[in-house]
């Protein structure tokens, strides 16, 4: 299930998942075990209600597409339920890519940690925000800080039209994405 909203008007509201896509050659283990597909660590997800229209929309843009002088000058905005929060949204405002790869990530240095994986990197456009990439992983850095690793919208804007156009995704049981109960 999705929640949102808490503090707005006639919030919270909540959402049940009822379909998701992710990148087909992405696999858990060989994630955990190496490099290669840093990349492809994304999911969309298609929620049963409408909530955009009460609370707004982010766009999606290709940030690292127009650049590294670009890039690597906006300022981000991240958003995120790290592991020490619990249940309360935590952000970053005002933090920078520091470098971005042909393999549809960038390094960060927003303030992320344990749970704000798949978390939204986003940049202001006019009135509102767009989303350039999620967060991924980390990677422990024995010469200076932690590096932080994201995966730029590079890797699924390809994918975002036809998964909102319903055609595209995979169908969860409707139960929040739980199997549903033998009845």
């Not at 995120?80 to 935590?90: N, R, S, V």
């Not at 690793?149 to 055609?167: T, W």
């Given at each position: 299930r999705f929640i949102t909203g808490a503090n707005a008007p006639g919030g919270p509201f909540e959402a049940r998942i009822i379909a998701y896509q992710d990148d087909p050659r992405f696999n858990?283990?060989?994630?955990?075990?190496?490099?290669?597909?840093?990349?492809?660590?994304?999911?969309?997800?298609?929620?049963?209600?409408?909530?955009?229209?009460?609370?707004?929309?982010?766009?999606?843009?290709?940030?690292?597409?127009?650049?590294?002088?670009?890039?690597?000058?906006?300022?981000?905005?991240?958003?995120?339920?790290?592991?020490?929060?619990?249940?309360?949204?935590?952000?970053?405002?005002?933090?920078?890519?520091?470098?971005?790869?042909?393999d549809n990530t960038f390094m960060h240095e927003c303030d992320t940690t344990r749970g704000d994986s798949g978390s939204s990197f986003l940049v202001r456009n006019g009135a509102g925000f767009d989303v350039i990439g999620v967060d991924s992983s980390f990677r422990n850095n024995p010469n200076g800080p932690?590096?932080?690793?994201?995966?730029?919208?590079?890797?699924?804007?390809?994918?975002?039209?036809?998964?909102?156009?319903?055609?595209?995704?995979?169908?969860t049981s409707g139960n929040g994405g739980k199997p549903k109960r033998d009845e």
């Open positions: 858990y283990a060989r994630f955990n075990s190496g490099d290669e597909l840093d990349g492809l660590d994304w999911a969309l997800l298609r929620i049963d209600q409408p909530l955009g229209e009460r609370l707004g929309f982010a766009g999606v843009q290709n940030l690292t597409a127009q650049g590294p002088q670009r890039a690597l000058a906006a300022e981000l905005f991240q958003a995120g339920y790290a592991w020490d929060t619990g249940d309360y949204l935590t952000g970053h405002i005002g933090c920078r890519m520091v470098e971005f790869h042909p932690v590096i932080n690793i994201a995966v730029s919208a590079s890797s699924f804007l390809p994918h975002v039209a036809d998964f909102i156009a319903g055609r595209t995704g995979t169908p």
